[in-house]
Antibody, heavy 116, light 107 residues
Framework: QVQLVQSGAEVKKPGASVKLSCKAS????????IYWVRQAPGQGLEWMGW????????KYAQGLQGRVMMETDTSTSTAYMELRSLTSDDTAIYFC?????????WGQGTMVTVSS | DIQLTQSPSTLSASVGDRVTITCRAS??????LAWYQQKPGKAPKLLIY???TLESGVPLRFSGSGSGAEFTLTISSLQPDDFATYYC??????????FGQGTKVEI
C-alpha cells in the first residue's frame, strides 16, 4: 500500500541542525511531489514547503527561507528536510505528505525537540 | 497570503448530532479547498478535496460544500470515531499553502 515512513524522534540543542527523512513506498516516487508540514505542541498545522521529486524544484515558507532545505533521493525513494539554526520555536512534530495537489498520504510524523 | 478562518474553534456535540464547521477565506479561492481530520498523536487524514469531493474510503456522512470564500464541512450523524480536530486547507495558492486554525469536535 502507499505509505510514507519517517525517521525517528530527535533531540537537538539550540543552534544545531536536524535532517529528517521520509521514505516512500507503494507508488512511483517521481510522479508526486512531497510537502513538509509541522505542528508545534497543541498548535495547528504549518506548511513548511514543497519539493518536486521530478525536477527538484522547491518552494519554502517565507519564514523559513535560508534555514530550510528539501531534497530527494530517487534511488531510495526518500525525501529529506534539513532545518538549521534550531531554536525552541522549532520544537514540533514534522510531517511529510504526498502532493496530489492536496496532502493525500501522510507520514507518521517525527518529533523534534529543541532544548538546552 | 490567503488566510483561512474556521468557526467555531471548539464544538461540543453528541453522537447522532448533525455538525457543521465553517471555513472562510480572505479571498476567492474558487473550490480549491480541502478538509482534514486529525486525532491526537496522529497525522491528519484527507476527507474532502475540491470543496466537495469525498476522498476514497471516507464515510458518506461527511460532506463538503461552498465556493469562493465560504465553505462548510458537515457530518450528518456524528459517530464516536468522529471526535477529532478538523482543518481546512486552501490550495488556490501554493506559495504558501495555508490551513485554518482547526475546529475541535468534543463531547
Amino acid at each position: 500500500q502507499v505509505q510514507l515512513v519517517q525517521s525517528g524522534a530527535e533531540v537537538k540543542k539550540p543552534g544545531a541542525s536536524v535532517k529528517l527523512s521520509c521514505k516512500a513506498s507503494g507508488y512511483t516516487f517521481r510522479d508526486y511531489g512531497i510537502y513538509w508540514v509541522r505542528q508545534a505542541p497543541g498548535q495547528g498545522l504549518e506548511w513548511m514547503g514543497w519539493i518536486s521529486v521530478y525536477t527538484g524544484n522547491t518552494k519554502y515558507a517565507q519564514g523559513l527561507q535560508g534555514r530550510v532545505m528539501m531534497e530527494t533521493d530517487t534511488s531510495t525513494s526518500t525525501a529529506y528536510m534539513e532545518l538549521r539554526s534550531l531554536t525552541s520555536d522549532d520544537t514540533a512534530i514534522y510531517f511529510c505528505a504526498r502532493d496530489r495537489d492536496v496532502f493525500d498520504v501522510w507520514g507518521q510524523g517525527t518529533m523534534v525537540t529543541v532544548s538546552s | 497570503d490567503i488566510q483561512l478562518t474556521q468557526s467555531p474553534s471548539t464544538l461540543s456535540a453528541s453522537v447522532g448530532d448533525r455538525v457543521t464547521i465553517t471555513c472562510r477565506a480572505s479571498q476567492n479561492i474558487e473550490t480549491w479547498l480541502a478538509w482534514y481530520q486529525q486525532k491526537p498523536g496522529k497525522a491528519p487524514k484527507l476527507l474532502i478535496y475540491k470543496a466537495s469531493t469525498l476522498e476514497s474510503g471516507v464515510p458518506l456522512r461527511f460532506s463538503g460544500s461552498g465556493s469562493g470564500a465560504e465553505f462548510t464541512l458537515t457530518i450528518s450523524s456524528l459517530q464516536p470515531d468522529d471526535f477529532a480536530t478538523y482543518y481546512c486547507q486552501q490550495y488556490e495558492s501554493y506559495s504558501p499553502v495555508t490551513f485554518g486554525q482547526g475546529t475541535k469536535v468534543e463531547i
